[in-house]
C-alpha cells in the first residue's frame, strides 16, 4: 500500500477503552493501560510529523476526554518533539504529561483506587524517567506496581521507563513479567486487543534482550511478525488497508494503532539484527516490507539506502528518507557520507524541508558556508530550536579555532609558497569572524603568498575571483595581467591577504594580486 | 510479629528498631539515627543515593537499607552507625534478616540473595517476581507476585523446599511466630488488596486459605514508621523525624 502524506490520518484516540471484561477485581473500573512502546535504540527515526500533524495532536490532547487519553496525547507528542530533535519543546510536553499524572495520582488516592493509582504512578514513571529523573522514577513505578502486580500493561510502563533510562536488567526483568502477566490473561481467551497488547509486551522485551545480546530477543520478533501476520488480525489488517491509517505514535491506544507501530517496529528491528548479522537479503525483505506498508517511512528508507548496491539507488531512497524526516541525525549522516562519496544528485532548492536541508549539506561540503547559512534560514525561521538544525548552521559557519593556526603566522616569511587549504581556511575564518588579533593582522600586511588559482572565467579580461585550494577568492579589483591570455584559466599567482568578502555567495578571501603567469 | 520489609515510594527509607528505641532514615545519601522522640540525632553516616526499602534484624541491632535503583544494600550497626555496602546482582526489592544473615530479594534475577556478616553472598532461585519476605524461626518464605506462589527457604540447604500457590498481585506480607501455648505454627499473612482479599497460610501443613477483606491500602503514604502507637514520619525541612497525626 502507497501511503499519502496526509494530516487526516493521525490517531483517534477513543472516549473510552473497552473494559477488561475478565477482571475480577471489586470496586475498581478495570485496569486499562495502553501499553507503550520503546523506540528503537538507533536508527529509529519515524516519519517527521508535520506543523500541521503537532498541532493536531495538541489539539487532540486539550480535547481528549479521560487521563490515559490526554497523558498518552502528552507523552506522544514528547516523543514527536524529541524524534524533530526539538528538545526543549519535548521536556515541556514530558513535564506536562507529569503533571497531569500527578494529578490523577493524587485524586485516586484520595479515592482509595488503587488500579487508577497504580496506573497515574506508572505514566508519571515514563514521564520522569523521559526527563531523566530515575531514582524518582524508579520509586513511583514501584508505588505503580505495589498493588497491581499482575497488571501487565503497568509493568510494560515500567519496562520503557527503565529500558529510557538505561538500566538494560531492570527493563528486561519488568518486561519479563509483563510477558507473564499477559500471556495468563489471554491463556484462555483472548480478544484482539488482548493480543496485541501482548505482543506489545513482547516487543519491550525482545528490544531488551537484544540489546543485551540475548538471542531469545530475535525469537520474539519472529513471533510477534508472525502473530501479526496470523488469522486472528486478519479483520484488523483489512480495516487497515480501508482507512489507510499510518500514524505511529509512541502510545498508540487504538487497535491500528497498536498494530501499525508494533508491525513497523519488529520489522524495523528484524532489519537492523539482520543488517548487523550481514544477511543483507533478510535485511532488505523487512525493510522493504515496512516500506510497503508505509512509502514514506525514513528509517526503512535510509536503511535500504545503507544497503543499495548502486549509488543511484542509494541516493533516491536517501531524497525520499530525508523527505520524511529532514531532521533526523543518523540519516543527515549518512547523506554527508554519501555526498562526500560524489554520487550525490544535485540538491534544487524548492518549497520542501528535505531538499533545503539537501542543498545545505550540499553546500557545506563545497564550503558554500554563506550560502548554506542562507539555505538554512527559512528552516531555522520555522524551526528555531531544532537541534539538527543548529548542528548544520554551527558547520556553515567558519570557525578559526576548529582549524589549526597557519604556520606562517607564527613564524613569519617574506613569501609564503603554496599555503594549504586548512591554512587560508583559517585566515578567512579569522577575518570573516572579526577574529583575527593585531599582530595577526601586522604579519599579513607584510606577507606575500604564492598560490595556483583557478579562475572562473574572465570578463572582458579581466581576472576577478576563482577558488585557490578549493577556497574561494576574490581580488579586490578586476585586474589584467599582462603576458596571460583572457581565456587563461589557471595562474600562479602572488598576492597579499587584505580580508574577507563574498564571491557567489561564498565565504572568500579578498586578495591583492601583485603579479601572475599561467601555469604550466 | 516479623515483618517483611515494605516498599517506600519516595526516596526516604524508616526503620523503627524497637530493641535498641532507634529510629533510623535514609535520605540524600545518608543514613542517621535518632532517639525514640526523634530529637536527638545519635549518629550518621554516608548511606546509598536512592533508598527504596529498609528492615529491621529481630534482634534490633542491624539494619539494611536497599537502594533498588542502584542495585545496593548497605548493613548498618544500629548501635554506631558502622555500616557496609553490598552490590546486588539485580533489583534489590525487599529483604529479611535469618540470624545476622540479611536476605535480599533480587527481582530481576529471580533470586534471593543471602549476605552473611562476612559479605559472602548465595544465591536462590525462585519463581518469577519474588517481591516480599519473611522469616521463621527454621524458614525464608518468598512471595512472588505475578505467579502467585509463595515459595520455603531452607537456610540451611540453600534450597526451596516447597511452594503453594498462594494468589497473584499480593502487596504484604508478614509471618506470626508462635507464642508459648499456641497450638499453631508460624502463620503466614498475605494482603491481596486489588482483590480484596487476605490470605491466611498455615506454614506447617502450608495450608492456604483466602478469605475477604485484605489489609486497608493508603497508596502513597508518606514513609513512617511507628513508635509506642505513635506515627513518625520524615521532615525534610528540619531534618529529623517528626510524630505525625493519623
Redesign the interface.
Known amino acids: 500500500m502507497r501511503v499519502v502524506r496526509q494530516a487526516r490520518a493521525l490517531c483517534r484516540y477513543p472516549a473510552r477503552v473497552p473494559r477488561d471484561a475478565r477482571d ?5 473500573r478495570a485496569l486499562v493501560v495502553a501499553a507503550v512502546f520503546l523506540a528503537l535504540a538507533a536508527r529509529a527515526q519515524t516519519r517527521i510529523a508535520s506543523d500541521v500533524e503537532i498541532r493536531q495532536m495538541e489539539e487532540e490532547a486539550r480535547r481528549a476526554a479521560g487521563f490515559d487519553a490526554r497523558v498518552s496525547a502528552r507523552v506522544n507528542l514528547g516523543e514527536l518533539r524529541a524524534e524533530r530533535n526539538e528538545s526543549a519543546a519535548a521536556q515541556r510536553e514530558f513535564e506536562t504529561a507529569l503533571q497531569l499524572a500527578r494529578d490523577e ?2 485524586a ?2 484520595g479515592d ?1 483506587d ?2 487508577r ?2 496506573i497515574a504512578c506508572a505514566w508519571s514513571g515514563i514521564a520522569l524517567a523521559r526527563l531523566g529523573r ?3 522514577a ?3 513505578l ?2 505503580a ?7 501487565p500493561g503497568v509493568w510494560n510502563l515500567y519496562s520503557v521507563a527503565m529500558f529510557r533510562l538505561g ?1 538494560q ?2 527493563a ?2 519488568a518486561a ?2 509483563s510477558v ?2 499477559a500471556e ?1 490473561k489471554t491463556a484462555a481467551q483472548a480478544t484482539v486487543r488482548d493480543l496485541l497488547e501482548l505482543n506489545m509486551d513482547r516487543f519491550a522485551l525482545a528490544q531488551g534482550l537484544l540489546d543485551a545480546g540475548e538471542d531469545e530477543g530475535a525469537q520474539l520478533l519472529r513471533t510477534i511478525a508472525e502473530s501479526l501476520e496470523s488469522g486472528a488480525f486478519q479483520p484488523l489488517r483489512k480495516a487497515l488497508e480501508r482507512r489507510e491509517e499510518f500514524q505511529i505514535v509512541t502510545a498508540p491506544r487504538t487497535e491500528s494503532g497498536m498494530y501499525l507501530a508494533l508491525f513497523n517496529r519488529s520489522h524495523m528491528r528484524l532489519g537492523q539484527l539482520y543488517e548487523n548479522e550481514g544477511l543483507v537479503e533478510q535485511a532488505r525483505r523487512e525493510y522493504q516490507a515496512v516500506v510497503n506498508r508505509r512509502s514514506d517511512e525514513p528509517a526503512a528508507l535510509a536503511a535500504l539506502a545503507r544497503l543499495a548496491s548502486d549509488a543511484k539507488e542509494r541516493d533516491r531512497y536517501l531524497i525520499e528518507s530525508l523527505d520524511a524526516n529532514p531532521f533526523a541525525a543518523g540519516v543527515v549522516t549518512d547523506y554527508e557520507d554519501h555526498v562526500a562519496s560524489g554520487d550525490a544528485s544535485p540538491a534544487a532548492e524548492d518549497d520542501s524541508e528535505g531538499s533545503r536541508v539537501r542543498l545545505a549539506i550540499q553546500q557545506i561540503h563545497r564550503l558554500e558556508f554563506r550560502r548554506a547559512r542562507e539555505t538554512l534560514k527559512p528552516l531555522l525561521d520555522a524551526h528555531p530550536n531544532n537541534d539538527v538544525l543548529q548542528s548544520l548552521l554551527e558547520r556553515a559557519t567558519l570557525r578559526s579555532e576548529d582549524l589549526p593556526r597557519p604556520r606562517f603566522l607564527d613564524k613569519p616569511a617574506d613569501l609564503v609558497t603554496d599555503p594549504t587549504e586548512s591554512e587560508l581556511l583559517a585566515v578567512l575564518s579569522l577575518f570573516a569572524g572579526n577574529a583575527i588579533a593585531a599582530e595577526d593582522r601586522a604579519t599579513l600586511d607584510r606577507a606575500k603568498f604564492s598560490s595556483e588559482a583557478a579562475f572562473d572565467a574572465a570578463d572582458g579580461g579581466l581576472f576577478e575571483q576563482g577558488t585557490m585550494r578549493g577556497v574561494p577568492f576574490r581580488f579586490q579589483q578586476p585586474a589584467r595581467f599582462r603576458g596571460v591570455a583572457p581565456a587563461a584559466r589557471r595562474l600562479r599567482i602572488v598576492y597579499r591577504i587584505l580580508g574577507a568578502t563574498a564571491a557567489d555567495g561564498r565565504d572568500a578571501l579578498l586578495i591583492e594580486p601583485l603579479r601572475a603567469e599561467e601555469s604550466r | 510479629m516479623i515483618r517483611g520489609a515494605v516498599l517506600l515510594a519516595a526516596l526516604v527509607s524508616m526503620v523503627w528498631s524497637p530493641a535498641a528505641r532507634t529510629i533510623v532514615v535514609a535520605h540524600d545519601g545518608r543514613i542517621e539515627a535518632f532517639d525514640a522522640a526523634g530529637e536527638k540525632r545519635l549518629w550518621s553516616v554516608d548511606g546509598v543515593a536512592s533508598p527504596s526499602a529498609g528492615v529491621a534484624s529481630r534482634d534490633g541491632k542491624t539494619i539494611a537499607i536497599l537502594d533498588g535503583f542502584n542495585d545496593r544494600v548497605a548493613v548498618v550497626s544500629v548501635a554506631d552507625g558502622a555500616a557496609v555496602t553490598h552490590e546486588t546482582p539485580g533489583t534489590p526489592v525487599a529483604a529479611a534478616f535469618f540470624g545476622r544473615d540479611v536476605w535480599v530479594v533480587v527481582r530481576d534475577r529471580s533470586r534471593a540473595v543471602r549476605i552473611t556478616p562476612d559479605g559472602q553472598q548465595t544465591e536462590v532461585a525462585l519463581a518469577l517476581d519474588p517481591a516480599l519476605i519473611a522469616v521463621s524461626h527454621r524458614f525464608v518464605y518468598v512471595y512472588s507476585r505475578i505467579s502467585g506462589l509463595l515459595q520455603e527457604i531452607d537456610p540451611q540447604s540453600m534450597r526451596v523446599t516447597r511452594t503453594a500457590a498462594a494468589g497473584t498481585a499480593g502487596s504484604g506480607f508478614e509471618v506470626e511466630l508462635p507464642k508459648p501455648g499456641d497450638r499453631h505454627g508460624a502463620i503466614g499473612f498475605l494482603s491481596r488488596p486489588a482483590y480484596g482479599k487476605l490470605v491466611v497460610i498455615d506454614l506447617e501443613p502450608m495450608d492456604v486459605r483466602e478469605r475477604n477483606g485484605g489489609a486497608p491500602a493508603d497508596p502513597g503514604a508518606a514513609p513512617s514508621v511507628t513508635v509506642d502507637d505513635a506515627r513518625f514520619a520524615w521532615d525534610a525541612k528540619s531534618g529529623r523525624p517528626v510524630k505525625v497525626k493519623g
Do not use: H, M, Q, W
Open positions: 475480577d477485581r471489586p470496586g475498581t495520582r493524587n485516586a488516592r482509595r488503587l488500579a493509582y497504580a530515575g531514582a524518582e524508579f520509586a513511583v514501584e508505588e506496581v505495589r498493588d497491581s502486580g499482575d497488571t538500566k536488567e531492570k528486561i526483568g519479563r513479567i507473564a502477566a495468563r
